[in-house]
């Protein structure tokens, strides 16, 4: 049995080899996906530049304040920048739709802008052309050309009855068949694998012991999307009578799976669960705010309640005898207060967010394209919970810089004459620059708990139905 | 008639045949249900903008002592919006992530014209499915599923012999084979078409007919584009596979091909770094001489230039002042950033001729004012209206006048200038002249078939 496995795999692979078409296809592929990784890395390194640049520049420039007061500085303020992750240049993900800085303030939360998607609504339609998304997308397209007349080919020009009746099982037909797609998908995979892998070592600094397991996963991920392509056509081949039946069947499963379902998916799931847009989320949180009390109105009740505790618990009698300055225990109450709105707004949409994803993963096991292009966006690090994950750190960044501002405030300035006095410049170097932690692998795939054995398991039973006996019955009865 | 009813039979026996056209008729209407809902939250937020603005104004003018101009302009958050085509729900561009209802203050603008609509970044990177996806996207491959081995199917069968052994001739039989198949298409697609108007109350003026003739001219180009591969007299497979490789190379490789070639040769970190100074401007500006800083202003804006001196307080017109110099601080660069700009858009126009894919989803968009383009000429109406409440505050601020509640009454409004597409007329002789050449070397090739 393996023998005959082995000799099919051989045969299939010496005919393959033959046609000129194919190596067409193939040399464009290879050709494409290497255009596609040195633009990736392009980008990569363009954006890696900048990003340090800038983060380097903004330090530098908050360094060198002079003396000021604090509450001017925490009006100047910050910013975070997003170093893009380290295999980025595989797989862009949603980079392209999302910013890349963030400006930090006193009362504000920005969100991150300069995002890279000009005419995205006429130019991004396929997303960009990453070799992940060529993998995803047109690689497939391969295998059904490589594979649809496989068993329906034979069966036609009568080449099927002729094996049978030499004796080889249907199931060696397939395995061996099956062999060789694999076979010829990682020699055409492959390349770019240890390319990417080059690439990512020669980042140096950014190249961490995770990167090679990042791409030891992805590949084995990519592999596995082959094998449940490879399972389908070897499928359709098998039960539809013509080539040209079978090809036109399974460029249909292909635009479905590919093309429609993830759209109509992402789509309904959005309406499904709309997020807020914009100004209505910052509506909602400028009137929460204002709900809560304003600061600078003396006779408000949220504040007035404030300073009498205050008063009491340094057990004095007015503000000015307080042994701190009580503008800056307003401003950290302010401060305080506000940041837990905004951050129940921002909840609130993360939750949204998170429930179009959760309906869109229900599809896994249907749609395994869906399953390996969001896996691959959490190994490269370029999904949008990586995203919303900076903007997270981002915020908290922001929210002790300041509060470590109103802490100087409350105990570096006088409560009289507030506004006039300055505190010495050599505080602004006890602030800590802001560094992205980059997720860890755990991390990363935490929201993929089981679902990852879905797919794979759909990917078997489907290589099991292939070589079910009642498969092999539906054959032996049609030749 | 009998031969009519034969091919009518053909076309719908074919199980893939059915179901593609179902798929086809399916998406398209969920496109547009989807896109009606979007199209409708669009003006939902643009139309809660400005009740929210009216609202906020009638909160003013109900307080017993009107705040100072100053603190009055700072808060005056005014509301604009992208003048879109309710075509916009079908053909939804950048609108699915730009904002369409921006809000602009008195203070520097260019620390406010970079703030986007909030997104989920994995709905964008699913693609999305408006009708024009449909139109541009799905389209072809049903035609190329329909048509594209006709001829080869009918050598396979055998009956292609015994067709060319008929007097009349083997074109016009393969003619009306076509020809049916792009009646039964053209129905659906004027289906869809009809449905989503009436759906969405669009009229049936000029757009309409312009749409539904721009998608014939496209059905033509794709049906043209078949029928020469066909003319090869190739097996099936043959046929299909180039089909379907066309069909990746234009609609998939090269509108990312021209993506990557754009974001190559514009790419700009200019609003970055606009930002970047602006907010060091905007900071280093409370350290300098303030009369300057209001001189400096006045030098630039004369109307106001009788202004007072500055005191020794703190005061509102130095604030705005500075903020406006700040802006005119950047201003070279913004210049430079809008000149990029406008040559990408070019430089889009002029390689969009290279897909027709590309080419027609483009032309959609700019149709329904929902392209970059549009994007562009928007944000400068934005930068105008700033102006526009910038002025309207200054008189308060630098000639020391009180607001009334008259005045808040006044406050202008943002008037919405009819958009139009500059330099487009090339488009409609061009594509015309491709598809007419494209199907008169189909027609001719066609002709020439033999009968193997």
């Known amino acids: 049995m393996n023998n005959k496995i082995i000799q099919i795999c051989r045969h299939e692979l010496a005919s393959k080899r033959k046609s000129p078409v194919l190596w067409l296809l193939f040399v464009m592929i290879q050709l494409l996906l290497v255009v596609a990784l040195f633009t990736g890395w392009q980008q990569y390194q363009q954006s890696m530049n900048m990003q340090t640049k800038a983060q380097q520049l903004v330090e530098q420039q908050w360094n060198a304040q002079p003396d000021r007061h604090p509450h001017r500085v925490a009006h100047f303020g910050h910013f975070a920048f997003r170093p893009p992750s380290a295999l980025s240049f595989f797989d862009l993900g949603v980079n392209a739709w999302v910013g890349d800085s963030i400006f930090l303030e006193a009362h504000k939360q920005n969100s991150a802008n300069f995002a890279t998607d000009q005419d995205g609504g006429t130019l991004l339609r396929f997303s960009e052309l990453s070799s992940a998304n060529i993998l995803l997308l047109i690689w497939p397209l391969l295998i059904i050309a490589l594979g649809f007349a496989s068993v329906s080919g034979e069966k036609k020009s009568g080449t099927l009855r002729q094996l049978m009746s030499m004796g080889v099982p249907f199931r060696a037909l397939i395995a061996g068949k099956s062999l060789s797609y694999l076979c010829l998908s990682v020699i055409f995979i492959l390349p770019v694998f240890v390319l990417a892998l080059g690439l990512a070592a020669s980042t140096g600094a950014q190249f961490s012991s995770e990167a090679p397991i990042r791409l030891l996963l992805l590949f084995a991920l990519y592999l596995v999307y082959c094998l449940f392509w490879i399972a389908i056509t070897l499928l359709v081949s098998s039960t539809v009578k013509a080539p040209k039946q079978a090809l036109v069947l399974l460029t249909s499963i292909w635009f479905i799976l590919t093309i429609l379902m993830p759209r109509m998916l992402a789509e309904f799931a959005h309406h499904q669960y709309p997020h807020q847009k914009r100004n209505d989320f910052e509506l909602a949180v400028k009137l929460d705010n204002r709900k809560v009390g304003n600061s600078h109105n003396p006779d408000d009740p949220y504040f007035s309640k404030f300073r009498a505790d205050t008063l009491e618990k340094y057990g004095v009698s007015t503000v000015e005898e307080l042994p701190i300055n009580y503008k800056g225990l307003v401003m950290q109450e302010g401060e305080r207060l506000n940041a837990e709105i905004y951050k129940k707004h921002y909840q609130q949409q993360l939750e949204k967010f998170e429930s179009q994803q959760q309906f869109v993963s229900q599809f896994y096991w249907l749609n395994p394209y869906l399953f390996v292009r969001d896996f691959s966006m959490a190994l490269t690090r370029t999904d949008t919970r990586h995203f919303l994950d900076f903007e997270q750190q981002a915020e908290a960044h922001r929210y002790a810089r300041i509060q470590k501002l109103n802490q100087l405030h409350t105990h570096e300035i006088h409560h009289h004459n507030d506004r006039a006095q300055r505190v010495d410049k050599s505080y602004w170097q006890t602030f800590e620059a802001f560094t992205y932690a980059t997720p860890r692998l755990s991390w990363s795939l935490k929201v993929f708990s089981l679902s990852w054995f879905l797919p794979l398991i759909v990917v078997v039973l489907l290589f099991t139905f292939l070589n079910s006996n009642k498969m092999q019955r539906r054959i032996y009865a049609a030749v | ?452």
């Open chain 2, 1 to 452: 008639m009998l031969l009519f009813k034969l091919e009518c039979k053909r076309l719908f026996a074919g199980t893939v045949n059915k179901l593609v056209l179902v798929l086809f008729l399916l998406s398209g209407i969920f496109a547009i249900y989807q896109g009606a809902l979007g199209y409708k939250s669009i003006r939902i937020d643009q139309y809660k903008s400005t009740v929210v603005f009216q609202k906020e104004r009638e909160h003013v003018s109900s307080r017993e002592a009107l705040p100072e101009p100053g603190s009055l302009a700072y808060y005056a958050s005014a509301p604009t919006q992208w003048q879109l085509s309710p075509w916009a729900a079908l053909f939804v561009g950048e609108t699915s992530s730009s904002m369409v209802a921006a809000k602009i203050r008195a203070t520097a603008l260019q620390s406010q014209i970079y703030n986007r609509e909030i997104v989920n970044p994995s709905q964008q990177r699913a693609g999305g499915l408006d009708l024009g996806f449909v139109l541009v996207y799905f389209l072809p491959l049903v035609i190329g599923i329909l048509t594209v081995t006709l001829i080869s199917d009918e050598q396979h069968a055998g009956r292609w012999r015994l067709l060319n052994a008929m007097p009349r001739s083997v074109f016009s039989l393969v003619g009306k084979q076509i020809a049916l198949r792009f009646v039964v298409i053209w129905f659906m697609v004027a289906l869809l078409l009809i449905s989503a108007a009436l759906l969405l109350s669009l009229p049936f003026d000029i757009f309409f007919w312009t749409v539904l003739g721009a998608t014939s001219l496209y059905m033509v180009f794709w049906f043209a584009l078949a029928a020469i591969i066909m003319s090869f007299g190739k097996n099936s497979v043959f046929n299909s596979l180039t089909y379907l490789s066309s069909w990746v190379v234009l609609a998939l490789l090269l509108p990312g091909a021209v993506h990557l070639y754009l974001s190559n040769q514009y790419h700009s970190d200019a609003p970055l770094e606009i930002t970047l100074q602006l907010r060091m401007t905007l900071n280093d500006g409370w350290d300098q001489d303030k009369q300057a800083t209001l001189d400096a202003f006045v030098a630039k804006e004369s109307k106001w230039s009788n202004t007072a001196p500055l005191g020794e307080a703190f005061d509102w017109k130095w604030y705005y002042a500075q903020q406006h110099m700040s802006d005119i601080a950047v201003q070279d660069q913004v210049e430079a950033y809008r000149r990029s700009n406008a040559a990408r858009q070019n430089q889009l126009q002029k390689l969009s001729v290279l897909s027709p894919a590309l080419f027609f989803q483009l032309s959609l968009n700019e149709l329904a004012k929902t392209s970059g383009n549009f994007q562009i000429k928007y944000q400068q109406q934005i930068a105008d209206y700033h102006q526009t409440i910038r002025h309207y505050f200054y008189d308060f601020l630098f000639f020391d006048k009180q607001v009334s509640r008259q005045d808040i009454a006044d406050f202008p409004k943002f008037e919405p200038q009819t958009m139009v597409a500059q330099g487009g007329s090339w488009k409609l002789p061009l594509s015309t002249a491709v598809v007419a050449l494209m199907l008169m070397i189909a027609i001719v090739r066609i002709r020439k078939v033999k009968v193997i």
